[in-house]
């Protein structure tokens, strides 16, 4: 089951563009993160977020947890080739299960 | 910092037979571990949630006859991969949550386990 809906599925920009991938539920989540996974490795944790309506910044990357804690995005500005890698978000919902959303795919082109 | 570390992390086996996956928390207590399954380019799909001590609480279509999985102490948890078929080919990856005071709650991630079943 997989509770978060991610969008674009997959996305392929131009090296210094800006872009947002939106994750989307119909549930509560007491706390939701993103991560970057790279072929045959496991995802590694960009951020966590808690608060309703809380924006983290991480360098060029900017996550923000909506009001109502059922979504959330991330935003990259002025995207680079490192970039480049499939990006999940994931949350720890009430019954304290820990689901992925669908993921999205993002290829940099220099 | 934390660490899990999961076991092997490729195996390739004959239909029919069993692999037993190993997901280990090095330095800290596990009181909970997810095993996910992920498919190439795809995300990751929980299989099952376990805690120390007591049954694995699987998700909606898995097969826990076929997926066998045991946490037997705070730091181990294993995944039984039973009469192995070709489409349980797969990469399997395990999660481990703190139960530690300060880090309570936070999820570590093994590096993966491909299986493939000829």
């Known amino acids: 089951t997989q509770l978060l809906e991610q969008s674009p599925q997959f996305l392929s920009i131009q090296e210094g563009e800006n872009l947002t991938v939106y994750c989307n539920s119909s549930?509560?989540?007491?706390?939701l993160q993103w991560y970057r996974q790279e072929p045959g490795e496991g995802p590694v944790l960009l951020v966590t977020?808690?608060?309703?309506?809380e924006v983290k910044k991480l360098k060029r990357l900017t996550f923000q947890f909506g009001d109502a804690r059922k979504d959330s995005s991330l935003h990259i500005t002025a995207a680079q080739p490192g970039d480049t890698g499939l990006y999940l978000c994931?949350?720890?919902?009430?019954?304290?299960?820990?689901?992925f959303g669908t993921g999205t795919s993002l290829t940099v082109i220099p | 910092g934390a660490v899990v570390s999961q076991h092997p992390s490729r195996v390739i086996c004959k239909s029919g037979t069993s692999v037993k996956i190993e997901c280990r928390s090095l330095?800290?207590?596990?009181?909970?571990m997810f095993w996910y399954r992920q498919f190439p380019k795809k995300s990751l799909m929980l299989m099952a949630t376990?805690?120390?001590?007591?049954?694995?609480?699987?998700e909606q279509g898995v097969e826990k006859d076929k997926f066998l999985i045991n946490h037997a102490s705070l730091t181990l948890s294993t995944l039984t991969v039973t009469s192995a078929h070709p489409e349980d080919s797969s990469f399997y990856i395990c999660?481990?949550?703190?139960?530690?005071?300060?880090?309570?709650?936070?999820?570590?991630f093994g590096e993966g386990s491909r299986l493939t079943v000829l």
């Open positions: 999660s481990a949550r703190s139960g530690t005071s300060g880090r309570a709650g936070e999820l570590f």
């Open positions: 549930s509560v989540f007491s706390s």
């Open positions: 977020v808690v608060t309703g309506g």
């Open positions: 994931a949350g720890l919902n009430t019954g304290n299960q820990f689901y």
């Open positions: 330095d800290f207590q596990a009181t909970t």
């Open positions: 376990s805690n120390e001590g007591s049954k694995a609480t699987y």
